[in-house]
């Protein structure tokens, strides 16, 4: 794992003028990075004769997305068969039945699958099987399954004190043995939940709210940590602070803007969803072009962000909204066809930027994930990885496990 992650590291690195920057931003130069210019001009010539449809059918196949880009970067086949390696086969989560059919009753459809698909990880591997502590558990929808399928206490414990209401009443009604506790995750007390017998679970604990969790479970000596991370980018700090002292003695520094990276995917919600980002995009880098021009930009202003339905009222509309957000002072008359026209060139551009970048998405991810199971091996853990889901389910579908070695 450690050689893997070296390796990992080592190409991050080098090829760090690929995906260390943001499309949207690049694209307002009119041009490609000049280090693409001057150390890959192939890609350039394959990006300039990519055309939008191609994009979006790269952005929708994962596996087509690598094989086209794999000749500009050949390494990234090898070290993705690598990290594939540590990857546990996974089984398509059963539906589910009787009782826990009514317990679930009421949970989004893709968060029950998630939740279904967890448990059945949690499921086949030999971690404890209760006591339970559930971080950040919203409702306590993974909690009720774990109360109900071991029969053992879940101490469920969230912010929101109205989620907690909820999710104990439910429990209650159903009599499974879970007690929520109200708390803050970054307060001192919440250490004090932390019991050396437990099996401690966090489904999606965004950021900071998972490294304190593995912070504590180790510090506790839990005997099984199972999560799926997320958000990576919700952190307190200006830069990542890695967890593992191999992560720590690597040379690649991550900003918080970088920690986005990994879940910018623009795949999510289908054609509608697709077509509103894209209606935004054109819209905004117009918008900057002629800010640029009239209203004395320099490389960027920031526009605050728009109710969808106000897209559909068009360029124009947009731009004099963006400008009464702001107080800027448009002139009488404005060439609206050629703004929305660069929007539209600068659009393009943006999506081939994003299709290099996207290449890198889920190996910068899993150079996230490979800190979070160094840091569990380092304190004493038997680690594993697994997809738990289909990432059409949720693309955050990481499920690292760590098992107390005895
Ligand atoms: C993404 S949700 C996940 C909820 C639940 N695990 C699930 O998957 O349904 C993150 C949860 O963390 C809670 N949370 C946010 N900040 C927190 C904090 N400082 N301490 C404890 N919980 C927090 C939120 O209220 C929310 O319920």
């Not at 979006?56 to 690598?82: C, G, M, N, W, Y």
């Not at 995917?265 to 117009?286: K, N, P, S």
């Amino acid at each position: 794992m450690k050689a893997t992650f070296n390796q990992l590291t080592e190409f991050l690195l080098r090829q760090q003028d690929f995906w260390r920057f943001e499309p949207f931003l690049q694209s307002l130069h009119f041009g490609y990075p000049s280090a693409w210019q001057q150390n890959m001009p192939q890609l350039i010539d394959w990006l300039t004769k990519l055309d939008l449809k191609h994009v979006e059918a790269l952005q929708d196949d994962a596996k087509l997305h690598i094989a086209e880009l794999s000749p500009f970067f050949p390494e990234i086949v090898e070290l993705q068969h690598s990290l594939n390696s540590f990857v546990l086969p996974t089984e398509i989560a059963q539906q589910p039945q009787g009782a826990e059919s009514r317990l679930l009753t009421g949970v989004p459809g893709r968060k029950m699958a998630q939740i279904l698909a967890i448990t059945q990880e949690i499921d086949r591997q030999s971690g404890v099987k209760g006591p339970w502590l559930e971080w950040c558990s919203g409702k306590g929808y993974l909690g009720r399954l774990l109360a109900y399928r071991y029969q053992a206490p879940v101490v469920s414990f969230e912010f929101q004190q109205a989620l907690c209401n909820d999710g104990q009443a439910f429990a209650d009604q159903q009599h499974l043995p879970m007690c929520f506790v109200q708390g803050d995750a970054f307060d001192a007390n919440a250490k004090t939940l932390f019991e050396s017998k437990a099996h401690v679970v966090a489904l999606h604990a965004c950021g900071d709210l998972h490294t304190v969790m593995l912070k504590h479970a180790v510090e506790h000596h839990c005997q099984a940590i199972s999560f799926s991370p997320c958000c990576y980018h919700l952190i307190k700090s200006e830069s990542y602070q890695p967890l593992s002292v191999t992560a720590q003695q690597s040379a690649l520094l991550l900003s918080r803007n970088e920690l986005r990276i990994p879940l910018q995917e623009t795949v999510t919600g289908g054609e509608r969803v697709r077509r509103h980002r894209q209606t935004e995009m054109v819209y905004r880098l117009g918008f900057q072009a002629l800010g640029k021009d009239v209203l004395g930009f320099g490389d960027y202003e920031t526009v605050p962000s728009i109710k969808k339905s106000l897209l559909d009222l068009g360029f124009t509309h947009f731009c004099r909204w963006a400008c009464d957000e702001k107080g800027w002072t448009l002139p009488a008359a404005v060439d609206w066809c050629h703004y929305q026209s660069i929007g539209e060139q600068q659009f393009q551009l943006m999506e081939k930027l994003s299709a290099v970048q996207g290449a890198f998405r889920r190996l910068l991810e899993w150079w996230l994930v490979l800190d979070r199971m160094l840091f569990l091996d380092e304190h004493g853990y038997d680690v594993t990885v697994s997809e738990f889901c289909s990432r059409a389910i949720t693309p955050r579908n990481f499920f690292i496990q760590g098992i107390k070695r005895s």
